[in-house]
Each structure stands twice: as C-alpha cells, then as structure tokens.
C-alpha cells in the first residue's frame, strides 16, 4: 500500500528533486502539496510549485498556498542560493496547474479529516504550516504517522555557525513541531551535507537527454554554483551541491540508504548566538524521551541513483 502524503515545501532547488522523486515514487502517494515562504516568498514559492507540477505533467494533484511568514518573526529568505524567482538557472514554462482555492491550513485539515489511516508529512522548508496545523486542530495529529523533514543539524549550521536554514527562519515553529509528540525524521545537515551530486552526476543527468533532464541538469548547474563550500568535504573547493531536501524523501522509500538514531532533540529559540539550534542529544544527556530519528550516514551513491531515476520517469 503506497503511503499518503501531505508535501509541503518551499521551492527551492533541492525541494524541486525532492518534488520529482516523491511523485515518481511507487512507494508514495502525493496526496497535497502545501507551500511555505522561505527560500523565496510565498508568492514565489507556490508559482514555483506551480509551475514543477506543470512542466511534469502532474496536473491532478492539489497545491494550495502556506503562510506568508513565520510565526512571529519577520521573513528571511534564501535567494543568495535559490535566486530572484527562487529557482534560478532554468526556464520552467507558463504554469497550467492552478492555485487551490483553499489555504494550507484548510486543505491539509480536511485531507487529514478524510483520511481512512494515518498519513506521513514531508517537510522540506521551514515548520510554519505544519505549526499552524498543530496550533489550530491539535486533535489532528493523531491522524500523523510521522513527519519526515529536512532541517536542523547537530553540528555546523549553514545558515548561523549554530543553525540551519529551514529552522532558522521559524524557530518556534520547529519548537511547536519537536515538541509536538509525532514522531520525527530528521535530515538535518550532518547527513544531507554527505548528499552531494558531483559535476559527473550533473553530466549523467544531462545525458539522459529528455526535456525534464535538461532543465533538471541546469537548475543543478545554478545550485552548485550557488551553494556555498562545506568547508569538512575531502575538496572543498569544488563547487557542489547537497541535495537536502530530497533525504527526507528518500528515507521514506528506502530506510537501507541511511543510517539513523532515536534520540531527543529540542530547539533553542532565544539564545545569543544559538537561535534557530536543534540541540542533538546524541548522548543522552537530558533524560528526556527520544522524539526523534536523527539520521547521520547515507549511501550516496544509491541515493543518486534514485534521483536519476525519478528525472528518466518524466520522459
Ligand atoms: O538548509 C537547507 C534547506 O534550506 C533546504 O530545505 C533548502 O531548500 C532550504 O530551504
Ligand atoms: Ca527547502
């Protein structure tokens, strides 16, 4: 039985793969997707939800729009790295897929609300809708089997020397989340820093030479270019890009791509330097229960040979 899937994202390069790989995946079914502001705005992010499920030819599945900023924080962007439309280095055509005409909020209820069994998020950008959900129908998360998210990290955040992007930009909203008593994947940057598409895995997608490689191969060309070095690989100053998002995904398909462990993770929201740190209690330091399976190895290679395969499957 394929599990049902809540989407919700906030593309963005590596949610875009993320993207590919769900709805092409045999194991999952896409039931929404839902957008957050974060790489880009929400107006941004929802076209460039948009326009990915146009140029794919998936025209049947909803997209409806997410908030437009965290909780109580003002909006950070990311457009250093995703560009001006928040997914620079392609042109992905004239979007045919329509805006859901209703919100974030009102679809993932009534999905969750009409769901026969429990259904699984994949998060991939910051936590504010899923907050939100949390927030507005706390009854509701009994019908979440788990949350599978790319954010936070244990060690070396990439967006303050202490946190991560997606966590970064809605702090107490990643709180609300960890804190929520649904269990919790989490792909944070210790492992989706070891999920790096080298320039040969770039070539080989643009081998396979169909239109969806093409443009995939080139918004992998801006990414790489875009990313900044991670200063622990063997070659750091190779330009390469980590495909993040596309971990959270992955993980669901096939848990043998990554190695994991339970443990208990919290989020700082007001330290001096540490805001927006998911504290990683890989030692079991606090007491407190594990709430999380915080993943730390993957097989590279096999996990890009999903990704090749997702882009060959939207000929
Ligand atoms: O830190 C990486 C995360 O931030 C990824 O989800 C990327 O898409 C950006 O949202
Ligand atoms: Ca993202």
């Given at each position: 039985m394929r599990k049902p899937i809540i989407f919700d994202c906030d593309p963005g390069h590596d949610d875009a793969i993320a993207l590919l790989l769900a709805l092409s995946s045999e194991q999952l079914d896409v039931k929404l997707i839902t957008t957050a502001a974060g790489n880009?705005?929400?107006?941004?992010?929802?076209?460039?939800?948009?326009?990915?499920?146009?140029?794919?030819?998936?025209?049947?599945?909803?997209?409806a729009r997410g908030a437009e900023k965290p909780i109580v924080r003002e909006l950070i962007i990311a457009d250093n790295i995703h560009g001006e439309t928040g997914l620079d280095g392609a042109d992905l055509g004239v979007p045919i897929v329509e805006e859901s005409n209703r919100s974030a909020l009102e679809a993932m209820r009534s999905i969750l609300l009409n769901a026969e069994g429990k259904m699984t998020i994949i998060?991939?950008?910051p936590l504010t809708n899923v907050a939100i959900l949390f927030?507005?129908?706390?009854?509701?998360?009994?019908?979440?089997?788990?949350?599978?998210?790319m954010g936070g990290c244990g060690f070396g955040g990439n967006w303050t020397p202490a946190a991560e992007f997606n966590i970064y930009v809605d702090p107490e909203a990643a709180d609300i989340v960890f804190r929520s008593g649904v269990p919790i994947i989490m792909s944070g940057l210790d492992v989706t820093h070891k999920a790096q598409i080298l320039k040969e895995d770039?070539?080989?997608?643009?081998?396979?030479?169909?239109?969806?490689?093409?443009?995939?191969?080139?918004l992998l060309d801006f990414f790489s270019e875009n990313s900044p070095p991670y200063y622990l690989s063997k070659e750091p100053h190779i330009k390469t890009a980590h495909l993040h998002d596309p971990c959270a995904?992955?993980?669901?398909?096939?848990?043998?791509?990554?190695?994991?462990?339970?443990?208990?993770?919290?989020i700082e929201t007001s330290g001096r330097l540490t805001t927006g740190c998911t504290v990683v209690d890989i030692n079991r330091r606090s007491g407190m229960e594990s709430n999380v399976k915080f993943l730390f190895d993957i097989d590279r290679e096999r996990f890009i040979d999903r990704i090749v395969s997702a882009i060959k499957y939207f000929r």
């Open positions: 880009q705005t929400q107006d941004k992010t929802i076209l460039n939800a948009r326009k990915l499920l146009s140029f794919i030819g998936v025209h049947h599945v909803e997209i998060a991939t950008g927030l507005a129908y706390p009854e509701l998360k009994e019908k979440i089997e788990c949350i599978s998210l770039i070539e080989r997608i643009r081998r396979i030479d169909n239109k969806t490689s093409r443009v995939i191969a080139s995904v992955a993980y669901l398909i096939d848990q043998t791509l990554f190695q994991g462990i339970d443990c208990y993770v919290g």
